[in-house]
């Protein structure tokens, strides 16, 4: 089975805290994303990557940056940590460039930004 | 533009019953569409999909899903409830055109009771 981890399953940050949000596949997959999940609307794309050093931005990705210097592990980087922050993270993965790709999902990182 | 709409926040249904889930989707192109759940304090798991091919589709815990290309519908569904259903599922489409990046619906809690 895809099995895909992150650090953290809570944290608490303050504001202008620099926050890292690490998540890692163990099963070669090429493609990985980073997603916020906030009630009502619904799973929103942060950030993504199809390769080891290549990034693509998603629909949100003002105040993140990521980072993807191995295969299997895809950071997502809150500069400067702000409340309208506050949000559940969620990695995903994918195995090829296929638009018919299943994505895997970690358990969620469910961050506070006090 | 892709886009999906979950038109029902909320579903409720008795336990035994059958349920149904309704999801719409506007793309410029053939669409890939996807079916997640996600249980309580857990990370979003894959259903089914719909690539090409058979309209209808069937996936894990006995749910099934049929694509109507003329409503444009994906609606996901299952002939006999379970109180173990009760999750919050979300629908998701990924066009052609734009390869690697899904689009998800806002979600909806589906809650079965006994």
């Known amino acids: 089975d895809v099995k895909v981890t992150q650090s953290s399953r809570y944290l608490v940050k303050r504001t202008g805290e620099k926050v890292f949000l690490e998540c890692v596949q163990d099963?070669?997959?090429?493609?990985m994303f980073w997603y916020r999940q906030d009630p009502g609307l619904g799973l929103r794309l942060i950030y993504f990557?199809?390769?080891?050093?290549?990034?693509e931005k998603g629909d949100i990705p003002e105040g993140y940056s990521v980072s993807r210097e191995k295969k299997e592990r895809f950071s997502l980087i809150l500069e400067s940590a702000s409340t309208n922050q506050t949000s559940m993270y969620l990695c995903?993965?994918?195995f090829g460039t296929g638009d018919t790709d299943t994505q895997y999902f970690g358990p969620g990182t469910r961050l506070t930004v006090l | 533009a892709q886009s999906v709409a979950q038109p029902e926040d909320q579903v409720n249904v008795a336990e035994g019953n059958p349920l149904t889930v309704k999801c719409t989707y506007s793309?410029?192109?053939?669409?890939?569409l996807f079916w997640y759940v996600q249980y309580p304090n857990r990370g979003l798991q894959f259903l089914l999909k719909?690539?090409?091919?058979?309209?209808l589709v069937k996936g894990s815990y006995g749910f099934e899903a049929e694509f109507n290309k003329s409503q444009t519908s994906f609606h996901l569904k299952k002939p006999s409830a379970l109180v173990s259903d009760s999750a919050l599922y979300f629908c998701?489409?990924?066009?052609?055109?734009?390869?690697?990046?899904?689009?998800f619906g806002d979600g909806t809690t589906l809650t079965v009771k006994p």
């Open positions: 099963m070669d997959h090429e493609n």
């Open positions: 998701a489409v990924r066009d052609m055109a734009n390869a690697g990046k899904s689009t």
């Open positions: 995903a993965s994918s």
């Open positions: 990557s199809y390769d080891v050093k290549m990034k």
């Open positions: 793309v410029s192109g053939n669409p890939y």
């Open positions: 719909y690539i090409t091919g058979d309209n």
